[in-house]
């Protein structure tokens, strides 16, 4: 876990108001089923880049956050939710409280998920952040 720790310490200028409204507006058009038109032949498939286990798809994808530089999942794929609770006491997740998410098959860590943060993160609490920069995207 200490690895998971310096993955997320990183120092990233806080959210602005209307990012937290976009990924709210987002969050919005899936539940209430706005989004109901896919095209399957532009699917993408998630996977975990240490050791390539398929972690889903992008029909679970609800939206980004680019200051965090994660995907954002409105369900966990094949991955596991460390059951130990971890707090940021600076950077971007400063005073946030979150369990690291890793992948089933490395059990390497591959994002996280927010629980307690403070409001300029607010609409992303109890979903699943992956991190861009610890998995594959293939088309």
């Given at each position: 876990?200490?690895?998971?720790?310096?993955?997320?310490?990183?120092?990233?200028?806080?959210?602005?108001?209307?990012?937290?409204?976009?990924?709210?507006?987002?969050?919005?058009?899936?539940?209430?089923?706005?989004?109901?038109?896919?095209?399957?032949?532009?699917?993408?498939?998630?996977?975990?880049?240490?050791?390539?286990?398929?972690?889903?798809?992008s029909?679970?994808?609800?939206?980004?956050?680019?200051?965090?530089?994660?995907?954002?999942?409105?369900?966990?794929?094949?991955?596991?939710v460390?059951?130990?609770?971890?707090?940021?006491?600076?950077?971007?997740?400063?005073?946030?409280?979150?369990?690291?998410?890793?992948?089933?098959?490395?059990?390497?860590?591959?994002?996280l998920?927010?629980?307690?943060?403070?409001?300029?993160?607010?609409?992303?609490?109890?979903?699943?952040?992956?991190?861009?920069?610890?998995?594959?995207?293939?088309?």
């Amino acid at each position: 876990l200490s690895e998971s720790k310096s993955i997320f310490s990183y120092d990233i200028s806080p959210c602005d108001s209307t990012q937290t409204s976009s990924i709210t507006d987002q969050l919005r058009a899936v539940k209430d089923r706005e989004v109901c038109m896919v095209d399957y032949r532009n699917c993408s498939v998630l996977q975990c880049m240490t050791c390539n286990t398929v972690l889903g798809d992008s029909l679970g994808i609800c939206g980004e956050v680019q200051s965090l530089q994660s995907i954002i999942c409105l369900s966990k794929w094949d991955v596991r939710v460390n059951k130990k609770l971890e707090m940021s006491l600076k950077g971007h997740l400063a005073f946030s409280t979150y369990q690291v998410l890793n992948c089933a098959g490395c059990h390497g860590a591959v994002g996280l998920v927010l629980h307690s943060t403070p409001e300029h993160l607010s609409a992303l609490r109890n979903l699943f952040c992956l991190q861009k920069d610890l998995i594959n995207w293939w088309v």
